[in-house]
């Protein structure tokens, strides 16, 4: 089993920044692909982004160039950048890494989220 934690939620203005990361922790091991997804209330959980073990981005179009997903030093670490938030951008925000062998996923892994609230 693989734990992952966010961190780095919060209350924000419209226009505000955060800053939200992912680690793991318990067994150690590097994933192929991290990412981020979101669920708003009444919303299914939708990917905001996705980033490689090779550096290969993709965003979702609601998100592109103000939102920036990242890697850490730490191989199973990754953060997002969030930059001129909206209030549709409030959701539960969720960690997301994936182990794969070939084209087959042999694992795939959620945080427990972490709250961003974008409001006046």
């Known amino acids: 089993q693989v734990q992952l934690v966010e961190s780095g939620g919060g209350l924000v203005q419209p226009g505000g920044s955060l800053r939200l990361s992912c680690a793991a922790s318990?067994?150690?091991?590097?994933?192929?692909?991290m990412g981020w997804y979101r669920q708003a209330p009444g919303k299914q959980r939708e990917l905001v982004a996705t980033i490689t073990s090779g550096g290969s981005t993709s965003y979702a179009d609601s998100v592109q160039g103000r939102l920036i997903i990242s890697r850490g030093n730490a191989k199973n670490t990754v953060f997002l950048q969030m930059n001129s938030l909206k209030p549709e951008d409030t959701a539960v925000y969720y960690c997301?890494?994936?182990?794969?062998?070939?084209?087959?996923?042999?694992?795939?892994?959620w945080g427990q989220g972490t709250q961003v609230t974008v409001s006046s």
């Open positions: 997301n890494a994936v182990r794969t062998a070939g084209s087959i996923v042999t694992g795939t892994y």
């Open positions: 318990g067994t150690i091991f590097s994933f192929n692909a």
